[in-house]
């Protein structure tokens, strides 16, 4: 079974920090994906970002970037220069390629990020 | 145009009754999920469907009963509702799943049985 941790319940930081959101997952798979999406209070789903297993290459988007580490299975999130907008919960998630992990997504239980003014 | 819509928003009823949460996706999408939201915002799956045909079931009580009239359909349909249902309830769709992409999430039916 998959399992995804996100040690950081809730993090407050003051505006133009930069914060770093913590991701380890477990799988048995060598084949998977992970992927963050964020949940603004108003309560949606927004997707920012999927990686591939085979992809360990970071990836930076505007003032987001992610960290991914097969070796420590760990794929970390670092927004640079908070802003007020970027409160939310923010989950990591990981879905297998192949078998009935593929139809699931299996969701950390989300850190909750509170950039102050 | 709304890629994943589900109908109600919000709902409100007493313990005992039926209820039902529509869900449709208009992606043309093989595969559509739904996902519960507890209190603590842990996301969990509930049901995948693939082409109508139920692949996932995940442990969840059988006074929920999920139907698929078709691809773009994914329907939940709870019976007998208790206090412990209140939640919010998540649909969404993606395409096959053994491609590479991300699953597309409806705004969500926030339920509270009372």
């Known amino acids: 079974a998959q399992k995804v941790t996100q040690a950081q319940t809730e993090i407050s930081v003051v505006e133009k920090e930069d914060v770093t959101l913590d991701c380890v997952y477990e799988?048995?798979?060598?084949?998977?994906?992970l992927f963050w999406y964020k949940q603004p209070p108003s309560g949606e789903l927004v997707f920012l970002i999927r990686?591939?297993?085979?992809?360990?290459q970071n990836e930076i988007s505007g003032r987001y970037s992610w960290n991914f580490q097969k070796s420590t299975s760990s794929f970390n999130f670092t927004i640079t220069a908070s802003q007020v907008v970027d409160s939310a919960v923010y989950f990591c998630?990981?879905?297998?390629?192949?078998?009935?992990?593929?139809?699931?997504?299996?969701f950390g239980k989300g850190t909750k990020l509170s950039v102050i003014p | 145009d709304t890629a994943v819509s589900q109908t109600p928003k919000y709902l409100v009823t007493q313990m005992g009754n039926d209820k039902s949460i529509k869900c449709e996706q208009n992606?043309?999408?093989?595969?559509m999920y739904w996902y519960k939201q507890d209190s603590k915002k842990f996301l969990k799956i509930m049901f995948s469907?693939?082409?109508?045909?139920?692949?996932i079931n995940e442990t969840v009580p059988n006074r929920f009963s999920p139907k698929s009239p078709d691809k773009a359909h994914l329907n939940l349909h709870i019976n007998s509702l208790e206090l412990g249902d209140s939640a919010v309830y998540f649909c969404?769709?993606?395409?096959?799943?053994?491609?590479?992409?991300?699953?597309?999430f409806g705004p969500g039916t926030r339920l509270t049985v009372t």
């Open positions: 969404a769709s993606s395409p096959k799943p053994n491609t590479p992409y991300e699953q597309y």
């Open positions: 799988t048995r798979d060598t084949t998977y994906y």
């Open positions: 990686r591939n297993s085979f992809d360990e």
């Open positions: 998630a990981l879905r297998l390629i192949v078998g009935a992990g593929s139809y699931q997504l299996t």
């Open positions: 992606l043309g999408h093989d595969t």
């Open positions: 469907y693939n082409n109508k045909e139920l692949i």
